[in-house]
């Protein structure tokens, strides 16, 4: 019988709280000594247990979010909730197992150097978890920084703890929108960086409470992991008590502000000017991006601008646009030709999605501020919004602020030669749009066999801790191979995006970024496209694959698939 608080009402008791504490305590000591073998037992012991709730899992995410658990749209719950969840557990448990026989993780291929002189890890495909089939033409590495040399570590120094280090415990606040950050952010901070967790869950998820308790007890029998609920009050007793060594903390950059530099207006500009901090703990963080989709002027096949559309589209309804990943920012030339031909196929298939229940607080306030209209709906719902041609001077706030809210809006360059336009492109994004998460560079094919040197050179300048090209960034989340979090440029004055990365199951130390490449238009259709007709049996299908992966698992997925 645990003593920490499992409801709301306990969660204000500083006794409670300090039960967790000394739980955790002992289960930090405890995982000073831990096997590799018994970590991997850990992580397998959970998977199981995360297949025997995932439909519990999705079915409490689609009602707290008013969507249909059987139906497509189910699919972003499930396969941002216990498949991502799953792939994660079974990646990390399988690079504990090959530390411990072979000494390092095995990566799915060879590290390269591209033609600036970088190191690139390959991270994608895994061939053990059949990627090379679900994932058919995207492939991603983690470029490393510029500075890594031939001889300099790749991974991390150390897969246990070193023996004279200090136990510790951290805090980590969980987000609300999307149910597998939580418990990802918290297994992170266990298994890379060897310390018990404290998660508090936000306000607007805390219904995965039971099912989080329930998939994850092998790691709260082992004290490592302690799960609450609670308010403001509690949450503010948690990131400032003396035993709490690190925070961690998923969400906006105001509430990191708020928790490192007081709330009060005037004390956190005199604090910063001071560098005061009010934490002493150690902080990372995943924070907000105004995210820029960059397309490079060129010509494009009717099927590639389609295929382009339907991912930015699916990039701004998913989770219905309450995600850090959301395009916030369509980048074009002026004097691309098929500019209007593009955006009219966008706006195309946004009308074809239903709009979603706005069930994210300060919803409708965000949608007014970001789209300049109010939107009085009595079922609850806001329409997927597209502004064109936006200027920094005339709306400043959609270039500098994260709406976190169903609206996009598109920019226009003066610069005509692809060239020429992606040179001003990475300078246009690296200084006027606040964040540095993600970014997504369409470009032609003509143009990318030819200009291999300039397209690397681009992703090189970008300050974005992920740089996908073709794709949605909304994937390098999912594939939990590739490090998570803001470009590495972060401090705690100026965090952007986030300091730190999670996920990162090969353990890669030195990270510029996350590179994901893929082609202009796939098949079949993307699961994660919001026109897949049965993307929710195609995820279920995956969360199967995932619980005992065996090729026969392949064939309800390619069935379903192909069905969509």
């Known amino acids: 019988?645990?003593?920490?608080?499992?409801?709301?009402?306990?969660?204000?008791?500083?006794?409670?709280?300090?039960?967790?504490?000394?739980?955790?305590?002992?289960?930090?000591?405890?995982?000073?000594?831990?096997?590799?073998?018994?970590?991997?037992?850990?992580?397998?012991?959970?998977?199981?247990?995360?297949?025997?709730?995932?439909?519990?899992?999705?079915?409490a995410a689609c009602g707290a979010k008013q969507i249909d658990a059987?139906?497509?749209?189910?699919?972003?719950?499930?396969?941002?909730?216990?498949?991502?969840?799953?792939?994660?557990?079974?990646?990390?448990?399988?690079?504990y197992r090959d530390v411990?026989?072979?000494?390092?993780?095995?990566?799915?291929?060879?590290?390269?150097?591209?033609?600036?002189?970088?190191?690139?890890?390959?991270?994608?495909?895994?061939?053990?978890?059949?990627?090379?089939?679900?994932?058919?033409?995207?492939?991603?590495?983690?470029w490393l920084k510029a500075d890594s040399k031939a001889d300099d570590p790749v991974f991390v120094h150390s897969w246990l703890p070193e023996a004279n280090a200090r136990s510790r415990i951290a805090g980590v606040l969980g987000a609300g929108n999307v149910s597998a950050i939580p418990a990802t952010d918290a297994f992170h901070k266990i298994f890379l960086e060897h310390e018990a967790v404290l998660l508090k869950l936000n306000p607007v998820n805390d219904y995965l409470f039971p099912i989080f308790q329930d998939a994850f007890q092998p790691l709260i029998d082992a004290d490592l992991l302690r799960i609450v609920r609670g308010n403001h009050e509690f949450g503010e007793a948690m990131v400032r008590h003396p035993d709490i060594d690190s925070l961690h903390l998923t969400g906006s950059n105001l509430t990191h502000d708020a928790i490192v530099w007081g709330t009060d207006a005037e004390e956190r500009s005199q604090r910063r000017r001071d560098n005061q901090p009010l934490v002493t703990q150690s902080i990372t963080s995943e924070l907000g991006n105004?995210?820029?989709?960059?397309?490079?002027?060129?010509?494009?096949?009717?099927?590639?601008?389609?295929?382009?559309?339907?991912?930015?589209?699916?990039?701004?309804?998913?989770?219905?646009?309450?995600?850090?990943?959301?395009?916030?920012?369509?980048?074009?030339?002026?004097?691309?030709?098929?500019?209007?031909?593009?955006?009219?196929?966008?706006?195309?298939?946004?009308?074809?999605?239903?709009?979603?229940?706005?069930?994210?607080?300060?919803?409708?306030?965000?949608?007014?501020?970001?789209a300049g209209v109010e939107a009085v709906r009595d079922d609850g719902t806001l329409p997927w919004t597209l502004i064109r041609d936006s200027k920094p001077s005339e709306q400043p706030h959609l270039f500098l602020e994260e709406s976190f809210v169903c609206v996009c809006a598109e920019t226009q360059l003066d610069e005509g030669s692809p060239d020429a336009f992606l040179d001003a492109a990475v300078d246009f994004v690296n200084?006027?749009?606040?964040?540095?998460?993600?970014?997504?560079?369409?470009?032609?094919?003509s143009y990318r066999k030819q200009h291999q040197k300039e397209i690397e050179q681009a992703i090189d300048r970008l300050r974005y801790g992920a740089v996908c090209i073709n794709q949605w960034s909304g994937i390098v989340?999912?594939?939990?191979?590739?490090?998570?979090?803001?470009?590495?440029?972060?401090?705690?004055?100026?965090?952007?995006?986030?300091?730190?990365?999670?996920?990162?199951?090969?353990?890669?130390?030195?990270?510029?970024?996350?590179?994901?490449?893929?082609?202009?238009?796939?098949?079949?259709?993307?699961?994660?496209?919001?026109?897949?007709?049965?993307?929710?049996?195609?995820?279920?299908?995956?969360?199967?694959?995932?619980?005992?992966?065996?090729?026969?698992?392949?064939l309800p997925i390619f069935f379903h698939a192909l069905r969509g």
Not at 100 to 105: F, L
Not at 431 to 445: R, W, Y
Not at 528 to 553: A, C, D, E, K, N
């Open 1 to 59: 019988m645990h003593a920490c608080p499992s409801t709301s009402q306990h969660n204000s008791n500083d006794q409670s709280l300090d039960a967790c504490i000394s739980e955790l305590t002992r289960g930090a000591h405890r995982l000073r000594t831990l096997s590799l073998a018994s970590r991997s037992d850990l992580l397998d012991a959970c998977a199981t247990r995360v297949g025997r709730v995932a439909d519990a899992w999705v079915r």
């Open 477 to 554: 989340f999912g594939l939990m191979t590739p490090p998570w979090g803001g470009h590495h440029s972060a401090t705690i004055q100026s965090p952007q995006s986030g300091i730190g990365h999670v996920h990162n199951t090969f353990g890669l130390t030195n990270i510029d970024k996350t590179v994901l490449f893929g082609p202009l238009a796939s098949f079949p259709k993307p699961v994660w496209f919001p026109t897949h007709q049965t993307s929710h049996r195609v995820g279920r299908s995956l969360i199967s694959l995932y619980q005992r992966p065996s090729p026969l698992r392949l």
């Open 290 to 370: 105004v995210t820029p989709w960059v397309i490079v002027p060129g010509e494009y096949s009717r099927r590639q601008l389609l295929a382009q559309a339907e991912h930015v589209a699916s990039s701004i309804v998913n989770n219905a646009s309450f995600n850090c990943i959301a395009t916030k920012m369509i980048v074009t030339s002026r004097h691309w030709r098929q500019r209007d031909e593009f955006l009219e196929l966008v706006d195309s298939v946004l009308r074809k999605i239903p709009p979603r229940v706005a069930y994210y607080p300060g919803a409708h306030d965000r949608f007014r501020r970001a």
């Open 100 to 142: 411990e026989t072979r000494g390092m993780p095995n990566l799915p291929g060879k590290i390269r150097t591209n033609s600036l002189g970088r190191r690139c890890v390959p991270i994608m495909p895994v061939k053990h978890l059949y990627d090379p089939l679900i994932f058919m033409g995207l492939q991603a590495e983690v």
């Open 431 to 445: 200084d006027k749009l606040f964040g540095t998460l993600c970014a997504t560079i369409t470009v032609p094919n």
């Open 70 to 95: 059987d139906q497509a749209t189910a699919a972003e719950e499930i396969l941002a909730g216990p498949s991502s969840m799953m792939r994660y557990l079974r990646l990390l448990s399988q690079t």
